[in-house]
């Protein structure tokens, strides 16, 4: 577990709330954390959550949108982004449609959940929603360099295995669908 933690907390040197050097060490649970030796402050490292919006419009299309932002920038993608600490997830869900599509949505159920591979932060817990679309204008925005609809048996490459989960269950496609190490190390 050690190389576990020297992983996780090697961006991590001094403790955010007194400045003072952080060093990994077992926490009451023993857990190793790091931990600040001069104000007891426990730096955590947990999965970052997420919302992903699958939409399918009369014609059984998939609003697929343009990464214009890392990670995976240029792949397309469903409509996605990380949770905002202010909003619920179905908040969440609504305000990314519409900053990345231009469209008004109503979440009309949970898909499911994704434990999924982050460049950034080692590991995402995405919440796919299924939506549907109530007014607006398509129209790619905020990080998206282009939003369409693909039919399903003409998606392109989609850029993360949590998304082509969402679409399978939701489709019965069967895109591939693999995970990774906490060292980005695909998992067959
Ligand atoms: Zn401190």
């Known amino acids: ?7 996780l907390y090697k961006d991590a040197h001094f403790c955010q709330r007194c400045g003072n050097k952080l060093e990994i060490k077992a926490d009451f649970e023993h857990k190793l954390r790091a931990i600040c030796e ?10 970052i959550p997420a919302v992903a919006i699958l939409v399918l419009n009369e014609q059984n299309e998939i609003l697929l949108i343009k990464r214009g932002i890392e990670p ?3 792949m397309w993608a ?6 905002e600490i202010f909003m619920t997830p179905e908040e969440n869900a609504i305000a990314e449609l519409k900053e990345e599509t ?13 434990f999924g591979y982050s ?3 080692y590991r995402v817990l995405s919440l796919g929603f299924r939506m549907q679309i109530t007014g607006g204008t398509l129209k790619a925005g905020d990080d998206a360099t282009d939003a369409r609809f693909f039919p399903i048996n003409a998606l392109p490459e ?3 295995a949590a ?6 269950c939701e489709t019965g496609l069967k895109l591939k669908v693999n995970n990774y190490t906490l060292q980005g190390e695909p998992i067959p």
């Open 119 to 121: 460049p950034i932060y």
């Open 163 to 168: 998304h082509r989960h969402f679409i399978n």
């Open 78 to 83: 469903l409509p996605s982004g990380y949770a």
């Open 158 to 160: 989609i850029a993360f």
């Open 38 to 47: 001069n104000c007891g402050f426990v730096l955590y490292r947990n999965p």
């Open 102 to 114: 231009g469209l008004d949505g109503e979440i009309t159920r949970f898909i499911d959940w994704f």
């Open 1 to 7: 577990m050690k190389e576990l933690a020297n992983l």
């Open 72 to 74: 995976q920038i240029g």
